[in-house]
């Protein structure tokens, strides 16, 4: 008998290596089955593609969003390809996936009522599916929030785009969102203008917060490969009922209150919460909330968290927090190790919340205070995807934010 070589082999072994994992996964209770099998599913699928499509097994980044588009030479040309690499509770947001591709020609936004053709504001409100792209670098300064509509997808890639130096993205009572390869950064207070979501509908908006990207009332979004700092309120924020969100790939610097995720304590809505935070950098200048989380069930996955001041992950309100092969580097500060903080709780109270560190490798000091009991069905809620070890997460995360693509090669 012959045995296989070459790309074969590897994948034979590759395949072999899954189905051992399943098999030892099978004899322990599993809390999810059905999520055990789609992660095999997937993860089969994508060596497959990978290998059909450019001859080889893959880029061997240990990134799975990564390796899943970033090999191909050829991205340009299949761009809404990405659509279908998404991970976590945000991987089906199919963004603009199955509709045109729209060029945006004009950095320009004079008119939030009436914008212009070519301009961003002009792409994000329209009604159908698009896939909007940027035709050069330019930084783009708008006069009010961006207010996006369902299945649209920003696609950074190929050029370097800055949104900056006013308002930024709203995703508001919208869906199937994605946001990829952005610089946002220095964003401010807009509102008290109307502001035009919709070809056939324009409205008055208040004063709004100053994030870089709003999600508020939200579903399936996925924010990835973006550069965010140094905004007048939160980098991203999730409330009032937003859920099936993921935040992977991006570089978050120089920030006060990082991520707030959940409206408030009192706000129940968000109990339906579910948001995956895999394979970012938490880097220099950064102070609080990545992420501070009320009510749902967060999955913090193979994050690398360099910089931080007061803490790295808190909450209130009873969330469910799945802490899994993160990198927490403590700060110099002394009464600063702590990763986690229970806020606005006795410990009677906060000592009862689901909050576990599983696989993390914890530098310089930094402790992680768990909590609960470990219910089953709420870390079943609260898990999305397979956590890679925190050995790699240095080399996982090496690439995150705004990626420097250029067409003919692989970015």
């Not at 599913?41 to 290998?51: E, F, K, L, P």
């Not at 945006?104 to 909007?132: C, F, M, Y």
């Amino acid at each position: 008998m012959t045995m296989p070589s070459g790309p074969s082999l590897s994948l034979l072994i590759f395949l072999f290596s899954l189905l051992t994992l399943a098999l030892i996964v099978s004899s322990a209770p599993v809390q999810d089955p059905e999520l055990v099998v789609q992660q095999v599913q997937r993860s089969i699928y994508n060596a497959s593609v990978t290998r059909r499509k450019l001859g080889y097994l893959s880029c061997g980044s240990g990134n799975p969003i990564d390796d899943c588009w970033r090999c191909d030479p050829n991205w340009e040309k299949n761009r809404q390809r990405l659509a279908d690499c998404a991970i976590g509770f945000g991987k089906n947001a199919i963004g603009g996936r199955d509709g045109k591709i729209y060029v945006v020609t004009d950095s320009g936004d004079d008119d939030p009522v009436n914008p212009k053709p070519g301009t961003l504001r002009h792409a994000v409100i329209q009604d159908e599916p698009l896939w909007i792209i940027f035709e050069r670098d330019m930084s783009i300064k708008l006069k009010e929030e961006l207010i996006m509509n369902s299945f649209k997808t920003l696609d950074g890639r190929g050029a370097s785009v800055h949104i900056s130096g006013g308002p930024c993205i709203t995703i508001q009572y919208v869906t199937n969102i994605i946001i990829h390869g952005l610089n946002i950064h220095d964003c401010k207070p807009g509102g008290n203008a109307m502001v035009r979501d919709s070809p056939n509908h324009f409205g008055w908006r208040t004063i709004s917060d100053g994030d870089g990207v709003s999600i508020f009332g939200g579903s399936h979004v996925w924010v990835d490969h973006c550069s965010l700092s140094n905004c007048a309120d939160g980098l991203v924020d999730a409330i009032h009922g937003s859920t099936a969100i993921t935040i992977s790939n991006n570089y978050m610097t120089h920030h006060d209150k990082v991520m707030l995720l959940g409206h408030s304590d009192t706000y129940t809505q968000d109990k339906n919460m579910q948001v995956t935070i895999a394979f970012n950098h938490f880097g220099e200048g950064l102070v609080q909330r990545m992420p501070r989380c009320r009510h749902g069930y967060f999955h913090v996955v193979n994050n690398d968290y360099t910089h931080w001041e007061m803490y790295a992950i808190g909450g209130s309100a009873n969330p469910t927090i799945n802490s899994q092969g993160n990198r927490f580097t403590a700060p110099d500060i002394r009464f600063s190790k702590e990763v986690t903080k229970h806020e606005d709780a006795p410990e009677s109270e906060w000592k009862n919340w689901n909050w576990r560190s599983e696989g993390d490798m914890l530098i310089n000091g930094a402790f992680f205070t768990a909590s609960g009991a470990g219910a089953s069905s709420s870390y079943a809620k609260a898990s999305s995807l397979g956590a890679r070890p925190s050995s790699l997460v240095a080399s996982i995360t090496t690439t995150s934010g705004a990626l420097n693509c250029r067409k003919g090669s692989r970015c």
